[in-house]
């Protein structure tokens, strides 16, 4: 059997885990047991960690066959892998790690094609409550064995989590682990979005609704590709300020637009319509706007925002023939193997803006105040820390 420093391979691991026991509710801090890991699995101490949207959806979701629970929610982490099962060769004991939500195996016609990156390598995406290459669980209870349920594949709001190897990526540069820790969701997303999907050119006018730390990324995408008008929407005035520094030139209020629809602004503002028009919010209303704020012939809507309940898009169909796409993306078409290590890479050149990103640090223990932060929209990312 594999040995590691810690003499814990191959053992159960009993740790802390902040579990979420009902839709809305605070998680709650409690003592778990974390399986050591099957073939093709990944034992992980996590260093540290981040709430992204998506685990707000997820938090409140209260029915429905994703509305699982008790459940470790979190998938934005970095950590040191502590043990292998059998089968991974691809990293070993002491190894940095990012986990990922997006699968990556290197080895199906996705994985191989330079066109998208939408691995096929499991039937169902890890929505479900287990692990995704068996659909069991590797965390229980310590008082009483009770199961807990898994997210994403990941779950990283615990101090030792189990990954499938295809959702591991391997960081071996010198970046710094909470600006690491960034790039396991949400701002490969953003910044992915703008590059790989969009393929923003020099000049270009974009407009991004939603200016968390994915729409946030994307201005950040935008302004290194040389974009001439970067347009931010949102809800909240503070955005704008906070924008300034990845790249955002003007901003949109819909409160603020009266009987206007937030569209005919963005049409007057970028001379009939932007070139790339980014949904990263996650509803379908939102998702027709940033449409509508497209230019005739040739405007790309992207949609990154998760809409919880999946809810259909209502677009005119006269406005698609006037020459708009409208594409969406899971992890900003990056493939995490491949195209996080280039991300790391540009910010350790000094190229990619990643420390404006994080606005507060706090500890495990008060992991619910980083949740409170982001919901009050206080927060970009709060970095938590497993060990401080
Ligand atoms: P966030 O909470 O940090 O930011 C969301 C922003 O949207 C906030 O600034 C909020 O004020 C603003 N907002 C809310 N309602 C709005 C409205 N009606 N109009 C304009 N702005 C509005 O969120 P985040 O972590 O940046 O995530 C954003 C979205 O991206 C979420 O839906 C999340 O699930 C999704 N996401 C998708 C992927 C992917 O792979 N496609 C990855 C990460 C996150
Ligand atoms: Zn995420």
Known sequence: METNASGTAGKPIKCRAAVCRRAGEPLVMEEIQVEPPKAWEVRIK????????????FWKMDSGPFA????????EAVGVVESVGEEVEEVKAGDTVLPVFWSNCE???????????NCSVFANRPLGPGMPRDGTTRFSAAKDGEAIHHFLGVSSFCEYTVVDVVHVVKISSPIPVDRACLLSCGVSTGVGGAWKVADIEQGSSVV???LGVVGLAVAEGARLRGASKIVGVDL??????????FGVTNFVNPEACGER????????????????????????????DAFNSSREGGGKTVILGVESRGAPLSLGSYEILRGRTVVGSYF???????????????YLDQELNLDDFITQEVSFQ?????????????????IIWMDR
């Open 46 to 57: 996590i260093v540290c960690t981040s709430i992204c949207h998506t685990d707000v959806t």
């Open 68 to 75: 699982v629970f008790p459940r470790i929610l979190g998938h």
């Open 107 to 117: 080895k199906c016609r996705h994985c191989e094609s330079s066109r998208g990156n």
């Open 208 to 210: 991004i609704f939603g």
């Open 236 to 245: 909240n005035p503070d955005k704008f300020e906070i924008g300034k520094k």
């Open 261 to 288: 629809p937030v569209s005919e602004v963005i049409k007057e503002i970028t001379d009939g319509g932007a070139d790339y028009s980014f949904e990263c919010v996650g509803l379908a209303s939102v998702m027709a």
């Open 332 to 346: 900003g078409g990056l493939k995490p193997k491949s195209d996080v290590p280039l991300l790391a890479q540009k």
């Open 366 to 382: 008060d992991i619910n105040t980083a949740f409170d932060l982001l919901l009050q929209g206080k927060s970009l990312r709060c």
